[in-house]
């Protein structure tokens, strides 16, 4: 990230230094506190000239502070195999790496007053889904940062929602998920922040060899949020899906930033993110894969997809390669564009009314993300995006 | 899958240690001293006999320039240029405005034979009927020769060096210069502007098929020297020109810096073809001397059914820091970009272009290959976007890169933003999404997909290069020839 030339400091980062400088003791902040929150000052709320953030800029976009209060969490139930601490784990506010990294990780992790530190022994197969709920309460302002092991041959699903009821507030939260070798592991994110609300948000993870992840992120709420995720592969044979929707109406502003790294030789990546896009919504995904100069074999493969529903809703994509291996296998692909008149036609022509052919077609473009998914989980998801596609086209 | 041995053999012919093009000239010299300072510009512009208004454009940009901060952003890293050490005034002695070739100096019309650029019209391409090119040949910051005036001239078309053109058409030069590329655009532009030193004008009147091929050859032969030069090209109403750019400079272990500027404006129904063999000194095998290549190009199609094109075959320089773009304003204009970037040595290309659609059906194409060997690092950076007004705007964009060895790197970056909701974009990185009818085609008679790819990719550039002078199109040819097999996104 490019360090910045001289500025000054804006309101809402003067309001969080205050904050920090009263509340640092009642919270218990030490000098790694001090210290992450001096790096995030040093660059500030990051702006447009930042290029990880050209399309989203916080310093313009994040006038006010909202008064802290912590969220409330509901973590996962302890079970056999599965262990659950409410509290945050030192590698939560530690945990840097390429993709992973920058003023908001530090902002999240300087503040982080709860958390959930939990693992699932090696072995272990948890059938039921490990659920946590970080809920914001309105017009507040949360922070927290969580880490989730999963050991070696460990199968569980994960399935994480930061909620806020409508009219405001600010929930920032990071998860770190360290997945173990030869695992299969399913992670979930939901952020559903109400209209008004404002998500800042970041996921970790670290694969093992052979292990296999799959994780979905859907966004059906929120005025402004961003998700970076920085994906990192350390074990060789390892294979990850990821996939995101972007759901958003009105004037909102959803932003997914991801990195995965390549580090290592012979795994693979399959990355799918859409967007449905109403009134005057903003997508922006932004993806890059690096194949660093010994992964040799990899194979990535990137998709993203915008619908827009509105003639003043705006897509932007910027997916980016990065190879320094010459024996791989590397994609992207990209498109923007509205329903396809010839579905329509096809399926208004065989008697289907307008509408309920582009609910049709419109569905089917979103629901494409859970392909292949657990049938109730992807049923609970396909709900959520259904419900607001309902909303919007009904 | 890695390259095939063919491809292998095919970039080590041409790898950095081959250079063809590194000898120099002796010739005698007249150079402005070196630095830059306001009387270094006005030293220029006192030089070309400018007038008033062109030398206050000259000052307003340099002092633009001073305030402003070298771009970053680019994927190359290279030691900071220190721009007082370097001649922004470069002109062989005896080149007082030769009436013709017999007033050239000898040991430069010498220089331009072991080129391979025929300077003499009656003997140009001996051999190939039809075949003509006029040339504009740029040697260090002058140019010493422009050919085929007088036929060219019969047809209405101007062609002639920059500062020819800001003497003899000074109305043209003051309504175009700068309305597409702003003297304020960028670091190296604004340069450019206060320092522009020669180059290229075309002006193709109304209705006109400008009768040959028009090229300029750009030289950099001294020690120290930066080129400058600005190229103009206007297609008016219905126009149309094929325009081609060849650069090569003699083997030195300093790097030199080249920052050009290019203007095209198409008005309506007019069509532009520009097309650059870019051979500049790369350095050599430890990454010593070679040019900075660092090139501001931009088309306008400004008028209603106006097209643009560029093709590039970029094999030289040590950095290459250049977008050629467009900006699609006129409705039902058309833009397209066909790349193949070659790097080798210790290369680093950071290239690709800008699609700007601002018009209504307007539809661009890109096409760009990249091809990294050796250390080098090879980047595709491109830009599609559709303005809120830009109803059913169309773009097709597809990148390949292909990695030699394991010690180089092969970088996509495309940004692509959509305003508009009847805006169509694709963006692939995949060999097998060309066209999926015309694979099938090919394929269907027995073409394997390599085999289709390649024709289909040499397709789209063939008009252009078949067009080019023979030296640079056997050249060409055999850089388009590389398979594609082992492509990654």
Known sequence: MTMQIARTETPAERALAEDFAARGKALGHDAARSALFERFRNIGLPHRRIEEWKYTDLRMKVRDIATPAPFSVSTPAESKGVRVENSIDPIALEERFTGFEGPIVDLIAAFADTGISASVEAGATISDPLRAVYAQAQGKRSHAASVYRFGDRAQATLVETVNAPDGGGQSLQNTHLHVGDDTNITYIRHIDVGAGGTHLGGVAVTLGQNASFRMLLVVSSGDLVRTDIGCRFLGSGANGDLRGLHLAGSSRHVDTTLFVDHAVPDCSSRELFKAVLDDEARSVFQGKILVRPDAQKTDGKMMSQALMLSDTAEADSKPELEIYADDVQCGHGSTTGQIDDTYLFYLMARGVPRREAQAMLVSAFANEVFDDFDETLAAEFSGVSEGWLARHLG | ?489
């Open chain 2, 1 to 489: 899958m890695p390259a095939v041995r063919e491809t292998v053999d095919q970039v080590s012919e041409i790898d950095v240690d081959k250079y063809k093009y590194g000898f120099t000239t002796a010739i005698e010299v007249d150079k402005a001293p070196k630095g830059l300072s306001e009387d270094i510009v006005r030293f220029i512009s006192a030089k070309k006999n400018e007038p008033e208004w062109m030398l206050e454009w000259r000052l307003d940009a340099y002092r633009r320039w001073l305030t402003m901060k070298e771009p970053e952003w680019a994927k190359l890293h290279y030691p900071k240029i220190d721009f007082q050490n370097l001649y922004y005034y470069a002109a062989p002695k005896s080149q007082a405005a030769p009436k013709s070739l017999e007033e050239v100096d000898p040991e430069l019309l010498r220089t331009y034979e072991k080129l391979g650029i025929p300077l003499k019209e009656q003997e140009v391409l001996a051999g190939v009927e039809g075949a003509r090119v006029a040339v504009d040949a740029v040697f260090d910051s002058v140019s010493v020769v422009t050919t085929f005036k007088k036929e060219l001239a019969k047809a209405g078309v101007i062609f002639c060096s920059i500062s020819e053109a800001m003497r003899e058409h000074p109305e043209l030069v003051r309504k175009y210069l700068g309305s597409v590329v702003p003297p304020s655009d960028n670091f190296y532009a604004t340069l450019n502007s206060a320092v522009f030193s020669d180059g290229s004008f075309v002006y193709v009147p109304k209705g006109v098929r400008c009768p040959m091929e028009l090229s300029t050859y750009f030289r950099i032969n001294e020690k120290d020297t930066g080129q400058f030069e600005r190229t103009l090209i206007i297609a008016d109403e219905g126009a149309y020109v094929s325009y081609l750019e060849g650069c090569t400079a003699p083997m030195r272990d300093e790097n030199q810096l080249h920052a050009a500027v290019v203007e095209l404006i198409a008005l309506d129904d007019a069509e532009i073809k520009y097309s650059t063999v870019q051979n500049w000194y790369p350095g050599d095998k430890e990454g010593k001397g070679g040019i900075y290549n660092f090139v501001t190009k931009r088309g306008d199609c400004r008028g209603r059914n106006s097209k643009i094109s560029w093709t590039q075959v970029e094999t030289g320089s040590a950095i290459t820091w250049k977008y050629p773009s467009c900006i699609l304003r006129g409705d039902n204009s058309r833009g397209e970009f066909y790349s193949i970037a070659i790097s080798n040595g210790h290369q680093q290309v950071d290239s690709g272009t800008k699609m700007i659609h601002l018009g209504k059906n307007t539809s661009s194409r890109i096409i760009s290959k990249g091809i990294a060997a050796g250390v080098s690092q090879n980047t595709y950076r491109g830009l599609v976007s559709a303005h809120a007004k830009a109803t059913n705007a169309r773009n097709f964009t597809q990148c390949d890169s292909l990695l030699i060895g394991d010690r180089c790197g092969a970088h996509t970056v495309p940004y692509i933003e959509s305003k508009n909701i009847s805006a169509t974009f694709e963006h692939e990185a995949t060999t097998s999404k060309i066209s999926d009818d015309q694979m099938f085609y090919c394929t269907q008679r027995g073409l394997s997909e390599e085999e289709a790819v390649a024709l289909i990719v040499n397709g789209f550039v063939r008009d252009v290069i078949q067009q080019l002078p023979m030296e640079f199109m056997v050249e060409t040819q055999k850089l388009i020839g590389i398979s594609l097999e082992g492509s990654v996104g």
